[in-house]
């Protein structure tokens, strides 16, 4: 009478890589603004023109930007710059490593029109996130 034994074979997972891993820690810090009530596409207007550029000279031509987003974006930026002076960071090395604008939400009101129809009023809201860099 033969027996046989079953060979059990165990697969060994391989190493996940961890894409967040960072050998230095990043200089810097973020910041975000949400529920902003204005068009992303208004928004996006005035963030294209600090992406990029150095702390000072982002809040010079924010100063000076006749656009109602100016003020709340350059708020974010004072933001983003007293967490990584808190952190340690030389706020005059700093750049906008990165800014985005996404959709916040659509709040939708109703205006009445003719014949007893209502057509709805989309009221848009951005979602603004600011990543500042050495």
Same mark, same amino acid.
């Given at each position: 009478?033969?027996?046989?034994?079953?060979?059990?074979?165990?697969?060994?997972?391989? &190493?996940?890589?961890? /894409?967040?891993? =960072?050998?230095?820690?990043?200089? +810097?810090?973020?910041?975000?603004?949400? +529920?902003? /009530?204005?068009?992303?596409?208004?928004?996006?207007?005035?963030?294209?023109? =600090?992406?990029?550029?150095?702390?000072?000279?982002?809040?010079?031509?924010?100063?000076?930007? &006749?656009?109602?987003? /100016?003020?709340?974006?350059?708020?974010?930026?004072?933001? /983003?710059?007293?967490?990584?002076?808190?952190?340690?960071?030389?706020?005059?090395?700093?750049?906008?490593?990165?800014?985005?604008?996404?959709?916040? +939400?659509?709040?939708?009101?109703?205006? &009445?029109?003719?014949? +007893?129809?209502?057509?709805?009023?989309?009221?848009?809201?951005?979602? =603004?996130? =600011?990543?500042?860099?050495?």
């Amino acid at each position: 009478m033969a027996t046989t034994a079953k060979k059990t074979t165990k697969k060994v997972a391989a &190493p996940k890589k961890e /894409a967040a891993a =960072v050998s230095a820690e990043l200089k +810097g810090a973020t910041a975000e603004l949400s +529920g902003y /009530a204005q068009s992303p596409r208004k928004v996006r207007l005035v963030t294209d023109l =600090v992406k990029g550029k150095k702390l000072p000279e982002a809040f010079a031509s924010l100063s000076f930007l &006749p656009k109602r987003a /100016a003020l709340p974006i350059k708020k974010l930026l004072e933001s /983003a710059a007293a967490s990584a002076k808190q952190k340690g960071d030389d706020i005059t090395k700093l750049r906008v490593a990165n800014i985005t604008v996404d959709n916040g +939400g659509v709040m939708v009101r109703y205006m &009445p029109r003719a014949m +007893g129809r209502a057509t709805p009023i989309r009221r848009r809201r951005s979602l =603004v996130r =600011v990543t500042l860099a050495a």
